[in-house]
C-alpha cells in the first residue's frame, strides 16, 4: 500500500492554500451576500444595509517580536489589522472583539499597557470594544482580532469588480513598513549581548512609526462616501502592492498594467533601501504592512480622483488575456508575482 502524498504548505503559498482549504465550502444562507475570497465577510442586514466582518490572528515570533515592540504600539497595530479590512470594503468599523492567547512570562501589567494601546485605536476611530475570549499559550503571545462594520449594500466595493480601463489608486506611499522592520532586526542583531543598548533610529523616525504603528485609511474612505465615489473593487495593502494587484486581476478576471515611476516611495524609503543596498521598488510590491489602500475607479472619474489630493494612480486595468505586469520607465513589463508566506 503506496504512502499519501504529503504536499508542503510552501508548494501552495498563503493563497493557494486559503484556496485549497476552502474549496469544497458553498453558500447556503441567503443572507451571507459575500464569503471567502475578499477582505472581509458581508451579510445582509435588512433589505438595503450590510454587515461586514473580519478576523486576523497576529503570532509572537511570526507578526511581531516583543523584543523591540512596545505593547502599546502592537495593540493599537492591532486594531489597525481588523479595520483596515473592513475599510477595504468600503464600509465602515464599529466593533470589534479582542481574543488572547497569553504565556506566563508576561504580567498582568504588560497586557494593560496592551490595551491601553486597543483603547487609544478605538477611540480614534469610534470603535467599540464588545467582547472576546482569554486563553493560556504555551507558545507566546497570540492576538486574534474580529472586526465588525456596516454598510449600504450598493456602497460595498468587492475584489471582483474592476473593469476594463479602470484606473488603480492607492493611497499614501508603500514599503516605508518594510523598511521600518528591517531596521529594527538590523539594531537587534548589531547589539545583541550588549548591556544598556543604545539602537540608532536617527533619521529614520518615519520608517519605525509606519511598521509600529501604521494608521487605518478611515480618511478615504470618508472622503470618498463625501464626493459620492464607490469603487468598482477595492483591497487594503497588507502583503505587498504586488500581492494586491493579482488579488484583484483573479477576483474581477482582469488584468493590469502598474507603472513603476508612479508608485510613491516616501524619501526615508529610498535611503533607508540604499543603505541596504536594497531596491525600494522590490520593498513597496512585496513587502507588506503599509495597510494603506488600493481601489479602482472608471476612467471618467480622474479628475474627480485626482481632485481629492490623497490618492495616486499608479496604473489601469486591462484584458484578462494580458496579464498583470509591472511598466518600467523603458517600457519593459516585468510579470508581477505574490510572495505569500514561505513558513
Known sequence: MSEKKRTEIAELGEFGLIDHLTKEFTVKNKSTLCGVGDDAAVVAAGRDAAVVVTTDTLLEGIDFDLTYFPLKH????AVTVGVSDVLAMNAQPEQIMISLGVSSKLPVEALDDLYEGIKFACDEMDIDMVGGDTTASMTGLVINITTIGRA??????YRSGAQFNDLICITGNLGA??????LLEREKRVLKGIDNPEPQFKGYEYLLQR?????ARKDIVDALAAEGIVPTSMIDISDGLASEVLQICKASKCGARIYLDRIPIAKQTSQFAEELHADPVVAALNGGNDYELMFTVPLAMQEKIMSLGLVDVVGHITRESTGAYLVTPD???????????KE
Open 177 to 182: 513598513a518594510y523598511m521600518g522592520l528591517h
Open 211 to 215: 511598521y509600529l504603528k501604521p494608521r
Open 74 to 77: 502592537l495593540g493599537y497595530k
Open 152 to 157: 449600504k449594500r450598493k456602497a460595498i466595493s
Open 331 to 341: 517600457g519593459s513589463d516585468i510579470k508581477l508575482r505574490a510572495q505569500g508566506f
